[in-house]
């Protein structure tokens, strides 16, 4: 399935992700300067409240897929010629980042025999290039069929929450930030990933606390959102890949400005120009 505006995964390996996490973004009213009188910060909880979370997969999918139906997405499988091999998946596993390994092996742990499993020596020699030797020309068609596997869907949600959702939500809840303030950290990992480059989430994170502290540290929590979205975009712009920042510029700034800061329905919002809403 074409994934026109699909965002290519981090450079460094998604394997680095369960390192200690944290930045944000959240909403505030509109607001003349990022540093206006402060506010209360929004109680630290929630993205990870079922219906929220289900909001995120939603803002996420339509950055990453152009599609507000995350979960058509278990059987995408191509390679999006970003250097990181085949991309995969509800969250972009990716063959040349060691995530979609991770999750291979853990479906196979819980079903041996799987349609994928003989692909596991080949994924672990690609690891880290963008070969596809010894997957082609069969991995994108049993991939797809993989997906039809509940066990297999499973597996794609809980690698997600292991490496991404989990680890965004807790540094957030541990900066004080609420909602749409986990929401940015767990958009921003999935984008960048957490590796030592300059642009990854620690170090967007490490940009913004230069310029504001979050709640937890005493600080006011839109201005700290407004500092974490700069840095994100600073982030953004240093590849050319992820030069279109209206996910960040037109949606999540968006929620921000409104003062949406518990990602509250209706949600509307653009992105690469194209409008969605949530009721």
């Known amino acids: 399935m074409p994934t026109p505006h699909r965002a290519p995964a981090p450079h460094t390996s998604r394997r680095t992700l369960l390192a200690v996490l944290g930045a944000s973004l959240v909403a505030g009213p509109v607001i003349a300067s990022h540093t206006a009188g402060a506010t209360p910060p929004a109680k630290a909880g929630g993205l990870d409240d079922p219906a929220k979370k289900e909001i995120a997969m939603k803002i996420v999918c339509s950055a990453e897929n152009s599609s507000l139906n995350w979960k058509e997405h278990y059987r995408y499988c191509e390679d999006i010629g970003d250097g990181r091999g085949y991309t995969a998946g509800i969250i972009g596993f990716c063959s040349g980042t060691g995530d979609m390994l991770d999750l291979v092996e ?12 003989k692909y596991l020596p080949a994924l672990r020699e690609v690891d880290g290039t ?22 297999f869907q499973r597996a794609q949600n809980d690698e997600r929450d292991r490496v991404y959702f989990n680890p965004a939500v807790g540094q957030g809840k541990a900066d004080g930030i609420g909602v749409l303030g986990q929401f940015a950290y767990y958009d921003a990992i999935v984008m960048h990933g957490d590796g ?7 170090n967007i994170r490490k940009r913004a606390l230069r310029s504001a502290k979050p709640p937890a540290q ?18 953004m712009k240093q590849e050319e890949a992820h030069e279109d920042t209206s996910r960040v510029d037109t949606a999540q700034r968006v929620f921000l400005n409104r003062n949406n800061l518990n990602l509250n329905t209706p949600l509307e919002w653009k992105v690469y120009g194209d409008p ?3 009721n």
């Open 276 to 278: 969605y809403r949530i």
């Open 130 to 151: 963008d070969s596809h030797e010894g997957l082609d020309p069969t991995y994108q068609g049993d991939w797809e069929r993989a997906a039809a596997d509940p066990e």
């Open 218 to 235: 005493g600080g006011d929590e839109r201005a700290y959102l407004h500092a974490f979205l700069d840095a994100r975009v600073w982030a």
């Open 106 to 117: 853990l479906y196979t742990r819980r079903k041996p025999g799987n349609i994928l499993a």
């Open 196 to 202: 030592g480059d300059s642009t990854s989430f620690r």
